[in-house]
């Protein structure tokens, strides 16, 4: 007997023919013989839904409240699920993040899971009884009430599987596995059959939004294997899990895109120590997440800092700038540009092949599409283009990699 988690995202659960499916496969898991812990998100749609209504509502939603109310949409789905596991005769259970023993920190909307108290969903599982739990939802110890960040179902998913010791996690959506690039946008992406925690993050953190990236962190720093894979078909899926050495012999194993990016250049700023610090101090203290950073020295000796940003951000940045440069330099500038886009290749092999960002470029360069900054880690390479050419880019760096064919 296995103990497996199953963890199934919106699409999964996003109507009732599609919860009486996901009961009847969860009946299939036990029937084989295995106990199952089913981490359950909010049915599609309606987590944004709650989020339009509290935004048109008030332009400053208390982010308090806010976890009030968008964790209820996983209570309605996991009382549904366990409502049709009972009624195909499956002793079953819904329990919500506080009371699987879910304890977060750090903010609202945003909180980490810092411990589970697994003892409930233990008595429950010792009862005989198949647990449907709410996904991104836990308490902090104050029992406030917190929510994980988008598509933290994923994270409950991986927590609770390294919290009960589980033999099994699988991510079950609406996708067959982990593709080379978002399948709709390349048709002719191809499932990976394993990909390794670094790579699935850096995709993840670069716009694959098949995972959340916080979750693929807790996996690899507990050492939870899991496995993503379709809820409407028994296709294997893909594994995720520590590298081995066989992998970097892919180059490129997958490309990310991001879009409603924006960029904002901030040039005139003297060439001094501490002016980095003054500038990225201020967006910090804004609470916006800079992507790329860029900083060089312009021909007029002034130093030049370029960011990019999610474009929901561009106004804060603005705000949070204009003091501190006015403080700066009376040269200072701000520029700005939105619709742009951010495409992102991703894999281990980079560490050991060279030419992999010139093929990339050529690539682009062919398609006739302007490149505009580039930044680099080990494992990725990544360049911002015009919104509207984002998808013919994937698409060309996708041929340029022979993506869509089996690695020899
Ligand atoms: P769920 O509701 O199950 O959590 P998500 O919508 O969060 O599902 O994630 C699944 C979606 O992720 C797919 O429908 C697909 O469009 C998108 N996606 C983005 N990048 C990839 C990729 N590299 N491989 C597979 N799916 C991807
Ligand atoms: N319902 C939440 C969201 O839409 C969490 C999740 O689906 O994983 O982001
Ligand atoms: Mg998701």
Redesign the pocket.
């Known amino acids: 007997m296995a103990l497996i988690v199953q963890?199934?995202?919106?699409?999964?659960v996003?109507s009732l023919d599609r919860i009486r499916n996901v009961a009847a496969r969860l009946k299939k898991t036990r029937d084989e013989g295995n106990q199952v812990v089913a981490v359950v998100?909010a049915m599609?749609g309606v987590t944004d839904g709650l989020l339009k209504m509290a935004h048109e509502l008030t332009s400053q939603p208390s982010e308090r409240e806010l976890d009030v109310l968008v964790s209820t949409g996983e209570q309605q789905s996991i009382a549904l699920v366990a409502m049709a596991l009972q009624d195909i005769g499956v002793p079953a259970a819904s329990i919500t993040g506080r009371q699987a023993g879910i304890y977060t920190k750090g903010s609202h909307t945003r909180g980490r899971i810092a411990d589970i108290d697994p003892s409930m969903m233990n008595a429950f599982l010792a009862e005989g009884k198949t647990l449907v739990v709410a996904g991104f939802q836990g308490v902090t110890p104050e029992g406030m009430i917190h929510t994980l960040g988008r598509?933290g179902?994923?994270l409950t998913a991986i927590a609770i599987a390294a919290a009960i010791k589980a033999d099994v996690c699988q991510?079950?959506?609406?996708?067959?596995?982990?593709?080379?690039?978002?399948?709709?946008?390349v048709p002719n992406?191809r499932?990976?059959p394993e990909i390794s925690y670094d790579e699935m993050l850096e995709?993840a953190s670069s716009?694959?939004?098949?995972?959340?990236s916080r979750s693929v962190e807790f996996a690899k720093k507990y050492g939870v294997v899991f496995e993503?894979r379709s809820?409407l078909n028994s296709n294997p899926g893909?594994l995720v899990l520590e590298e081995h050495p066989a992998m970097e012999n892919v180059v490129i194993r997958?490309?990310?895109?991001e879009r409603s990016q924006s960029r904002v250049t901030v040039t005139g700023i003297p060439d001094e120590p501490g002016m980095s610090a003054a500038i990225l101090g201020a967006l910090a203290e804004a609470e916006i997440n800079l992507d790329m950073i860029i900083s060089n020295i312009a021909n007029d000796g002034y130093a030049r800092h370029s960011f990019t940003m999610h474009s929901n951000d561009l106004g804060k940045a603005q705000a949070a700038l204009k003091p501190v440069l006015e403080k700066l330099s009376s040269n200072a500038k701000i520029e700005t540009e939105s619709g742009i886009a951010k495409l992102s290749a991703v894999g281990i092999g980079m560490r050991s092949h060279s030419g992999v960002a010139a093929t990339m470029f050529k690539a682009l360069g062919d398609a006739g599409i302007n490149i505009g900054m580039i930044s680099t880690s080990e494992i990725k390479i990544a360049v911002t283009v015009d919104e509207r050419s984002i998808e013919e880019a994937a698409r060309a760096v996708h041929d340029a990699f022979h993506l869509d064919k089996e690695p020899v």
């Open positions: 963890k199934y995202g919106g699409t999964s996003g998100s599609s598509g179902s994923d991510i079950l959506t609406d996708v067959d596995g982990v593709y080379t690039c978002d399948p709709r946008i992406a499932k990976l995709m716009g694959s939004k098949v995972m959340q993503v809820s893909t997958g490309i990310s895109i």
